[in-house]
């Protein structure tokens, strides 16, 4: 038969006074009195979901989401406190790389000893483990003891073993975060290879890269529901927009007191200040690494012969980024009316907080000034490789429509 995994309304509550909700809980919850009073946390609520052959499924959401809770269910590693989940084929479950490993066993001995849980023969194991053992790159490290080895390197084992088994349904929960650049592609290219196969694949990651490049179909979890499910595009799309606009809220109010514009002198006034990011040119506090963004200022002088913008980008522990002036007259679109643009491309600057200062400046006196607070985040962080210093810049003049 096919596999195929069939959630009909699943949920997992969880007892405030701690532990799993067990029955009695569960006739509680069954007339809401208990749920309401707050005793009960419902961590899945009323999911309802049908998996088949060659669906590679994604789940994204926060911290918290219910996402690790689900995939637990489904791993049958605990058991849902209302509904159903019936499962047709066997299930492999990668929640956590390392967790089951035998410390005093080498990493060869390992192989076997899962093999043998796996259901497989000395020989099977046998006619396979050359090919695991390459795969995690391990070399003469796969003869000592397990106890000697790094994070990563039982991460790389243990992936190379269980996704060399040929698992009817993979389960994956952000597995593919650990290890460097080129061990996640290696997985990313192996689970892909699974899913050739016609076999189901359900992943749960932070990356939307991954899920992107891994997943023909995806879901998004919040407050323990599916919210969204569609193609992994359009599903990370809404999901990223919906976070975004959280944080850019969050952002405003914890750091109100730095945003604002000031004149020191009539006729000197700063009068816009934003980051543009994307084609629709929309303001943005949010900015990913490695996008094209823009600094976008306007602003009115008294004298724009001698007049000078001064530009920096400031990390929130002080650390000056860019420092730039500029001259007003080069940027006027009509009298004492000016319009700068600095295109940053590729946006070059590590996932952080960040503050854009913006001076006017006659001889070395400012007469006004304008803040920003803005956050870069990324999607994928670099691993690996060598630092490099690169900061390609282009200033260009805005043209009023």
């Known amino acids: 038969m096919m596999p195929q995994i069939t959630l009909d309304n699943v949920s997992k509550f969880f007892s405030q006074r701690g532990g799993v909700a067990n029955e009695l809980w569960t006739i509680a919850v069954a007339d809401r009195g208990i749920l309401e009073s707050g ?10 979901l049908v998996i088949g052959q060659g669906e590679r499924l994604g789940i994204v959401g926060s911290n918290g989401a219910g996402k690790s809770t689900l995939l637990h269910m489904i791993a049958q590693l605990s058991d849902p406190t209302i509904g159903t989940i019936n499962i047709v084929g066997k299930v492999t479950s990668i929640m956590t790389l390392g967790i089951g490993l035998r410390d005093d066993l080498s990493g060869r001995q390992n192989i076997y000893v899962d093999g043998e849980i796996q259901g497989k023969t000395r020989s099977e194991v046998d006619d396979v483990i050359d090919e695991v053992i390459e795969f995690s790159e391990l070399g003469e490290f796969i003869d000592y003891p397990v106890r000697t080895y790094s994070t990563g390197m039982k991460a790389r084992l243990a992936f190379a073993m269980i996704s060399h088994i040929d698992p009817e349904i993979l389960i994956i929960d952000e597995a593919l ?17 699974i899913c050739a196969r016609g076999k189901i694949v359900i992943l749960v990651s932070h990356s939307m890269e991954s899920i992107k490049t891994i997943c023909n179909r995806c879901l998004w979890m919040d407050d323990g529901r599916v919210i969204m499910d569609g193609s992994p595009d359009e599903v990370t799309k809404a999901y990223i927009d919906k976070v975004r606009g959280k944080d850019e809220a969050e952002l405003l109010e914890k750091f109100r007191g730095h945003i604002g514009s000031r004149s020191f002198k009539p006729g000197y006034e700063i009068k816009e200040l934003a980051w543009f990011c994307g084609e629709d040119r929309e303001p943005r506090l949010l900015l990913e690494a490695g996008s094209v963004s823009v600094i976008h200022i306007q602003g009115l002088v008294g004298d724009a012969k001698e007049s000078r913008v001064h530009v920096q980008i400031v990390r929130l522990d002080e650390l000056l980024l860019f420092d730039e002036y500029l001259c007003v007259h080069k940027y006027l679109l009509k009298e004492n009316f000016f319009a700068i643009e600095i295109e940053m491309n590729p946006l070059l600057l590590g996932a952080a907080t960040y503050r854009l200062d913006v001076a006017l400046e006659l001889d070395s006196v400012t007469l006004a000034e304008a803040s920003s607070v803005f ?27």
């Open 375 to 401: 956050e870069v985040y990324t999607l994928n962080a670099p691993k690996g490789g060598k630092p490099m210093l690169l900061y390609p810049l282009d200033v260009s003049v805005t043209h009023i429509q």
């Open 177 to 193: 975060s650990v290890g460097d650049a080129s061990f996640s592609a290696k997985a990313t290219a192996r689970i892909l290879e």
């Open 39 to 48: 005793e009960v946390k419902a961590a899945v609520k009323a999911v309802s």
